[in-house]
C-alpha cells in the first residue's frame, strides 16, 4: 500500500526529564469546569453534567517546561483568548469507567492552554451551532512536558496559574474543578472509549 500524500508525523508532547514523548490520539476539553469561569461566561456553576468539545491533536503546540510561547494570532478574530488547564493524560483504555478506577487509566498531567476566538464561539453558541470554529483552530492547543503520575502522584489541590509578558491574568487552585479529573475520566468513558495513543 502506498499513500498519495506522506502522512504527517505524529503529533506528540515531550515527557518530563527524559527524552520521550508521548504520542497524542485525541484532545477531549471539558466545558465550564471552573466556577469562576462559568460565572463570567454567564452560567450557573452547578454540578450538571460536564459537556465536551474536542480539538484535533494537530492543534497541539508542544511546549518544553521554560519555553516562552509566542503563538499566531488566528484569522477571523478580535477577541482572542486563553485559559490555563489541567492536562490530564490517557494511558490506559478503557470504557464505562468508574470513579474509583478512573485514575488507574491517568498516565499523567500537564499544564495547557484553551485558546479561544471567543467572539466566533459565542456567535455560534448564540445561533445553536458546534464550537469548533472558535475552538478548534490551528495552534489552540499549547501543551507543556508530561509529568508522569507515577512521579507526581495524582494532584487534588495543585495551583494553576497564566501570565502574559509578566503579568498575571489567572490564577485559581484545581480544588475549584466543579468536576475532579476521576469524574470527568468516569463520564466521559461513558461516551467515548478512551484509548492511549499507539
Known sequence: ???????????????????????????????????????????????????????PAGAIVPVQDGQVLDLPYPAQTTNFHYEAELVAVIGKAGSDIPVDQALEHVWGYAVGLDMTRRDLQIKMREMGRPWEIGKAFDASAPVASIHPASKTGHPTDAAIWLTVDGETKQRSNITHLIWSVAETVAYLSQFFRLERAT
Open 1 to 55: 500500500m502506498s499513500y498519495i500524500f506522506t502522512p504527517p508525523a505524529t503529533v506528540s508532547i515531550p515527557v518530563a526529564g527524559s527524552d520521550d514523548q508521548f504520542a497524542v490520539r485525541r484532545v477531549y476539553c471539558v466545558g465550564r469546569n471552573y466556577a469562576a469561569h462559568a460565572r463570567e461566561m454567564g452560567f450557573d456553576p452547578d454540578r450538571e453534567p460536564p459537556f465536551f468539545f474536542c480539538k
